[in-house]
């Protein structure tokens, strides 16, 4: 079971650091991806990275400003988000998978878990 955590209400030009921890497993071996899903918009990838390489994916909108990053001892995966933007205003959602072809690693079809959400409001 995965549980964002970490939203919240900030400033544009701000910052905020969510965390995504799972519960019952570890995420050792797994894909781990952070996406956000604005009103009326479908739901789009923002990073990912993968648990065993540290490898590192990134929307271009987001590259530059927003690092994801994993923590071993915590089985915790974070994405610190810097220089926020209005346009950056969605829930933000982590997924997990065991096996994902890295090609496709963007898509959010290719995770069989989910966490339930996290608001992130961007005030301009």
């Known amino acids: 079971q995965l549980q964002a955590s970490g939203g919240g209400l900030v400033q544009a030009g701000g910052s905020l650091r969510l965390s995504c921890a799972a519960s019952g497993r570890t995420l050792s071996g797994y894909r781990v991806g952070w996406f956000r899903q604005a009103p009326g918009k479908e739901r789009e990838f923002v990073a990912a990275?993968?648990?065993?390489?540290?490898?590192?994916y990134y929307a271009d909108s987001v590259k530059g400003r927003f690092t994801i990053s994993r923590d071993n001892a915590k089985n915790t995966v974070f994405l610190q988000m810097n220089s926020l933007k209005p346009e950056d205003t969605a829930v933000y959602y982590c997924?997990?998978?065991?096996?994902?072809?890295?090609?496709?690693?963007?898509?959010?079809?290719?995770?069989?878990?989910w966490g339930q959400g996290t608001q992130v409001t961007v005030s301009s």
């Open positions: 990275v993968t648990w065993s390489a540290g490898t590192t």
């Open positions: 997924a997990s998978a065991l096996r994902i072809i890295l090609s496709m690693i963007r898509r959010p079809s290719s995770y069989d878990s």
